[in-house]
């Protein structure tokens, strides 16, 4: 309970009403209330706060910074690798002029077919 009580006052949700239950005044017969909670109850209480929120707003701004740093790289947009490299596509270019138009062919199993005319 006094997790979820400490993680409500930190998102700001209510944390005047929680702090303002702790301000009651103690019952004259009453052994387990403490008397020195209206004074320092205030001062857990807005601190607790100052720096929760100062915690969240860097969390916020940690995240945007880094969202915005992977912007920044340069990666492909697309899921996929490049088909080749530029070294590759120069050689097969020049592989593909050096051939000369010739009359036979080579099947998938190596042998050479010649065209009949």
């Not at 909670?37 to 929760?52: I, N």
């Not at 270019?93 to 065209?115: F, I, K």
């Amino acid at each position: 309970m006094t997790l979820l009580t400490l993680y409500k006052v930190c998102t700001g949700d209510n944390w005047s009403g929680i702090m303002a239950d702790t301000l009651r005044e103690c019952r004259p017969n009453d052994e387990g209330c403490s008397s020195y909670l209206y004074w320092v109850s205030p001062l857990f209480f807005s601190s607790f706060v100052v720096l929760a929120q100062c915690v969240l707003v860097n969390l916020v701004v940690a995240v945007i910074m880094q969202a915005l740093e992977d912007s920044q790289e340069n990666k492909p947009t697309n899921s996929c690798p490049p088909l080749e490299e530029d070294d590759e596509l120069e050689q097969a270019r020049l592989s593909a002029q050096n051939v000369e138009p010739s009359s036979s062919h080579n099947n998938t199993d190596g042998t050479s077919v010649t065209p009949q005319t």
